[in-house]
Nanobody, 114 residues
């Protein structure tokens, strides 16, 4: 089993920044991407950003404000979030996608006050 541990959530004012981190307990066979999804109250879970060995992918709503990066030697992914808005408030989930299944973290709360 693979465990994903997230950190870095919290409360921040609009316009501020936060950095999320996620570490996987071990490397996996068939690795494809690591990334972040989020779920706001009353809304469906949505993709925020993913990173593979040679590509990144962002939701339109975060392009230009969020940057995803990874240290695959450490099985770790980061999400630098700048210019945060109230609508970024959500629980952010770390994800690890392999050829056979997806793994999810427990989630970390990000709250942006306006």
């Amino acid at each position: 089993q693979v465990r994903l541990v997230e950190s870095g959530g919290g409360l921040v004012q609009a316009g501020g920044s936060l950095r999320l981190s996620c570490a996987a307990s071990r490397s996996v066979l068939g690795f494809k991407t690591m990334g972040w999804h989020r779920q706001a109250p009353g809304k469906e879970r949505e993709l925020v950003a993913t990173i593979g060995t040679d590509s990144t992918n962002y939701a339109e709503s975060v392009k230009g404000r969020f940057t995803i990066s990874g240290d695959f030697a450490k099985n770790t992914v980061y999400l630098q979030m700048n210019s945060l808005k109230a609508e970024d408030t959500a629980v952010y989930y770390c994800t690890l996608n392999t050829m056979w299944r997806d793994y999810w973290g427990q989630g970390t709360q990000v709250t942006v006050s306006s």
